[in-house]
């Protein structure tokens, strides 16, 4: 079972109001509940928004909730949260609709004990709202970080930055925006999984250095664990072609002419070249695409097609490599 909780909150009762989590939540919960294939992934992420006077969100209904989603034995337990955040130095806090002063909000080190006691496998933490980066950290010991085994935290920004909105017009936060985008395929790797490490890389790499957010990532996993499975970038069957094509470690895969179905006019006269074989041909099109998500190369030749009309060879990628391996060893 994959369990989510997705808060938004625009509406607070004392505080300056947003205008995008609530936005933020419900393209969260989407990209969540189902894959790409259409199969369901979290199933029916609970969403609890606050968008106005007739649905605040409060402190008690807030710490429920979370107590709730970390109740059960889950493979995944998700938290998900856009709204205002709080420091001082006590910590930090989850500003809810009915808070006054931000530190009468949940507070982070609560939420971390709750999800810390937690039965769950996986426990995923997302935070966009200001200062998030604080959660996991003790109190009193900024540099120190406790984080209990099976917990992944990931947040818009350091203890000490905003969490930036978009620009005018397109309301939602900069972080979930870029979060979305890596669910739905930007953070894929090459079976479709997204991980939270391949999110926070996508999103990190996206703001760039001059964002004036950073986000941050803190784990204590063995392994990791995928959030949903987007559109693979290759067929899989393709990719486990990768052992047959290349058997051992520093193959390469010797090539010809009749592996190339496209030539010019004149090389189609040419009795000296083979003619296209449909066979090689097909094979031809897997290692082509191949070459495309940098899992082979050709040696000593521009492209593919030069080293097929030249009787050279292509070879692994480094990463093509690890993947050969992989298949190798049945793990894809």
């Known amino acids: 079972m994959r369990k989510a909780l ?5 509406h607070y009762e004392h ?35 606050g968008t106005g006077p007739g649905d605040v969100v409060e402190r008690q209904e807030l710490k429920e909730a979370v107590r709730e989603l970390f109740t ?11 709204g205002h955040g709080y420091i001082e130095d006590t910590g930090g806090f989850l500003c809810a609709g009915d808070c006054r002063t931000g530190d009468d909000g949940l507070p982070l080190n609560e939420v971390m004990t709750i999800a810390s006691g ?29 984080i209990v085994s099976g917990m992944t935290i990931l947040t818009a920004s350091t203890a000490d930055q905003y969490a930036m909105e978009n620009e005018i017009g ?30 926070y890389a996508h999103i990190d790499q996206s703001l760039g250095p001059w964002a004036g957010q950073r986000p941050v990532f803190k784990t ?36 010809d002419p009749s592996y190339e179905p496209e030539r ?18 097909a094979v031809f099109a897997v290692l082509q695409s191949l070459v495309k998500v940098n899992l082979v190369r050709p040696v000593g030749a521009p492209h593919m097609w030069h080293a097929a009309m030249q009787s050279k060879s292509c070879e692994l990628t480094v990463l093509g490599e690890h993947y050969r391996r992989l298949v190798a060893d049945e793990m894809i």
């Open 6 to 10: 997705i808060i938004g909150i625009d």
């Open 15 to 49: 505080i300056k109001p947003l205008h995008g989590c609530v936005k933020d939540a419900y393209d969260v919960g989407e990209a969540l509940e189902r894959n790409a294939d259409g199969t369901v992934n979290f199933v029916t992420p609970r969403l609890v928004v």
């Open 72 to 82: 059960d034995q889950s493979e995944i337990a998700l938290f998900y949260f856009a």
């Open 118 to 146: 937690s039965p769950a496998i996986n426990k995923v933490i997302i935070l966009d709202s200001c200062h998030s980066g604080i959660a996991g950290d003790r109190p009193t010991m900024r540099d120190s970080a406790e």
């Open 170 to 199: 397109t309301p939602g936060g900069v972080f979930t925006t870029l979060f979305v985008d890596a669910l739905m395929g930007a953070a894929a790797n090459l079976v479709g999984d997204v991980t939270p490490g391949s999110v």
């Open 220 to 255: 204590n996993v063995k392994t990791f664990v995928s959030l949903r499975k987007a559109a693979a970038a290759i067929p899989l069957a393709n990719l486990q072609s990768l052992s047959t094509l290349f058997p051992s470690e520093g193959s390469d895969f010797k090539l």
């Open 264 to 281: 010019s006019e004149e090389q189609r006269c040419d009795r000296i070249i083979p003619p296209p074989d449909p066979e090689k041909n």
